[in-house]
């Protein structure tokens, strides 16, 4: 799982860089398909690996609110902050959850560890590929989402 990670981060990271070319209104500009605009997308990432993270830790969720990371610069630091924890847990205690029964605070369904870490990386991959077409649809190229070729260390 930790490959997929450190896959999901760099290309992140990449997509963040990506942005920088755009402007503030082509950010947050409504796009067709997705949760929102691209700038409130990659928010929505970083708050739900989070909550589904603290989820899975027992802890409450920390609702962030958008209004409170409403430029890029924001949602870069809030995602490198959260990383940080996140990378500690998933290092150190994930290994011991995987069959772990999870019962978060927003859903009545119980789910394994297993199941929601899959989920939470199949969940940013899905918005990776709605910033490709977005990409497109904006005359620019995408980010490319190659899995072989990159430095996948933890």
Request: proline letters at 2%; hydrophobic letters at 40%; aromatic letters at 14%.
């Amino acid at each position: 799982m930790k490959k997929f990670f450190t896959y999901n981060w760099q290309v992140r990271d990449e997509w963040f860089q990506w942005c920088q070319q755009l402007t503030h209104s082509q950010l947050v500009k409504e796009m067709d398909g997705g949760a929102g605009s691209i700038l409130y997308t990659l928010f929505h990432i970083v708050e739900v690996e989070n909550s589904w993270i603290r989820g899975i830790q027992g802890k409450e969720d920390s609702m962030y609110s958008f209004e409170d990371y409403a430029t890029l610069e924001q949602v870069v630091s809030l995602s490198n902050r959260l990383r940080e924890d996140h990378k500690r847990f998933i290092d150190i205690e994930l290994p011991d959850l995987k069959e772990k029964i999870i019962k978060v605070t927003w859903d009545t369904i119980a789910y394994t560890c297993d199941d929601i870490i899959h989920h939470i990386i199949i969940h940013e991959i899905h918005h990776i590929g709605q910033f490709s077409i977005w990409a497109r649809q904006l005359d620019f190229s995408p980010v490319p989402a190659h899995f072989v070729g990159r430095d996948l260390s933890f």
